[in-house]
């Protein structure tokens, strides 16, 4: 038997298991035979329904992981001499060894860090990298890629949003969502998906599942035309061609065929909320980014932390060496507000010792 750790992960929303009813659409789907490679109801009514909430113009092409949803929407966004321009802390950047460049070949320009932004990058960001444009020399900046909420757990207005689309439209240029956690945004901000996306001029979109519910899978959506026409090749090209579609497909309408995806998302920051408020009253912390979504950036003594993590998993999120380093810590659809008690016990009488 394979033993597992009786306390709850707070390190990220992807170990948090699979939800029963996106479970139940898997099995269902596994009754009959089907059409391989996207052929299938399941998939042709995971069009139709994206189609519904994000807009006529919606193109959807689901893919196994998010790293190739990003990989493969920067392709079709670009030729190989053009750049993407992200923020230093975007998962493109930071946390996908290199795939972009590796196997799109797409070089990333990040912009200067920005402490106070949370993750965010603005025009006057974008601004600096813009200068070398039409020179034959140097990689010719073509996307901006955002990510939303962003990897700090911070989250980009509405008019943040179209601030961004309107600069990159009278600049020539494209911009892409990162959306692994976009349910979470929207249940943050209190607005559809659609308004988040497609009312806003975003180009592309990585719209997530894994991190909200699902088993596996996220899908690559784009809302032009001349973007489309390529995605089908490059998913094939890319190893992302799902032969069974219909158990990935399956899921993506169960999540986002219903409420589910907000139900889980406002799950998740609500304990986020509910953990913040109960860390804020503890001593010797220090939150140093705002918790907006179901994510808590903490400064804590490292003796502290050490001992709690004897107990729950969790990550640094600086190099982990000084005295007081800043740890991650994350809710999920399935986090328990007993769970969440326990941790803050935990925390307390470790800060305590």
């Known amino acids: 038997m394979i033993a597992t750790h009786s306390l709850q992960s707070f390190a990220s929303d992807n170990n948090a298991g699979v939800h029963p009813r996106i479970m139940q659409a898997m099995a269902d789907a596994n009754r009959a035979d089907a059409i391989a490679y996207g052929d299938d109801p399941w998939t042709e009514a ?41 923020a230093p802390s975007a998962h493109i950047n930071r946390d996908e060894c290199g795939a972009a460049e590796a196997i799109a070949g797409r070089k990333l320009l990040a912009t200067v860090p920005n402490s106070q932004g949370h993750g965010k990058i603005s025009p006057r960001d974008i601004i600096p990298l813009l200068g070398a444009r039409g020179f034959v020399h ?26 961004l689309a309107s600069f990159c439209k009278e600049r020539d240029l494209l911009l892409h969502m ?87 998302a406002r799950h998740a920051n609500a304990m986020a909320s509910v953990l913040a408020e109960r860390v804020a009253r503890l001593p010797g912390l220090e939150f140093v980014h705002p918790v907006q979504t179901n994510a808590l950036f903490v400064r804590a003594p490292r003796r502290a932390l050490a001992r709690l993590r004897e107990e729950f998993f969790f990550y640094f999120w600086d190099d982990g060496t000084s005295d007081r380093p800043v740890a991650r810590w994350m809710t ?14 935990r925390l307390q009488a470790a800060l305590m010792e």
């Not at 990989?71 to 966004?77: G, I």
């Not at 010719?140 to 207005?157: D, F, H, K, N």
């Not at 249940?187 to 592309?204: F, H, I, N, Q, R």
């Not at 999920?332 to 016990?345: H, I, L, P, Q, R």
């Open 46 to 86: 995971l069009a139709a329904c994206l189609g519904e909430l994000l807009g006529p113009a919606c193109r959807s092409f689901p893919v196994f992981l998010g790293t190739a949803a990003n990989v493969l929407c920067l392709q079709a966004m670009t030729q190989p001499w053009e750049a993407v321009i992200c």
């Open 178 to 264: 990162d959306g692994a956690r976009l349910p979470n945004a929207c249940a943050a901000l209190g607005c559809s998906l659609k308004e988040m996306t497609a009312d806003v001029g975003l180009d592309a979109l990585t719209l997530g599942g894994t991190k909200n519910g699902m088993m596996f899978g996220e899908v690559v959506i784009v809302f032009r035309e001349d973007l489309a026409a390529a995605l089908p090749f490059l998913r094939k090209q890319g190893m992302q061609l799902v032969s069974k579609m219909r158990f990935l497909s399956a899921q993506l309408l169960a999540l986002y065929g219903s409420d589910l995806w907000l139900e889980n």
């Open 138 to 163: 140097q990689v010719q900046p073509r996307v901006v890629s955002i990510t939303q909420s962003t990897e700090l757990g911070a989250c980009y207005s509405l008019t943040e949003l179209r601030e």
């Open 332 to 345: 999920s659809w399935s986090t328990t507000e007993e769970a969440v008690g326990c941790f803050v016990d």
